[in-house]
């Protein structure tokens, strides 16, 4: 276990702590498995809106080859 310096207020603390027991900080950003699965749903969001249109413009060429005969 080291000792580090906290950023905020100049006091040794250990390198494992989360927070700085003296003025509170945060040490560390971790990242959790709900933060991990909402950014996944933004992203799939995103990429449906981004490709709605194209599907969509495929779908009505599909469907003129297939039924204009």
Known sequence: ?????CK???KEISD???ICPQCGVPLRFEIGCG?????LLF???????????????QYNI???QRFSR
Request: with cysteine; hydrophobic share 60%.
């Open 62 to 64: 599909i469907w003129e």
């Open 35 to 39: 933060t991990l699965f909402l950014a």
């Open 43 to 57: 992203a799939v969001v995103l990429l449906y809106a981004g490709c709605k249109e194209m599907i969509k413009s």
């Open 16 to 18: 494992r702590a989360k």
């Open 1 to 5: 276990m080291a000792l580090i310096v």
């Open 8 to 10: 905020e207020c100049g």
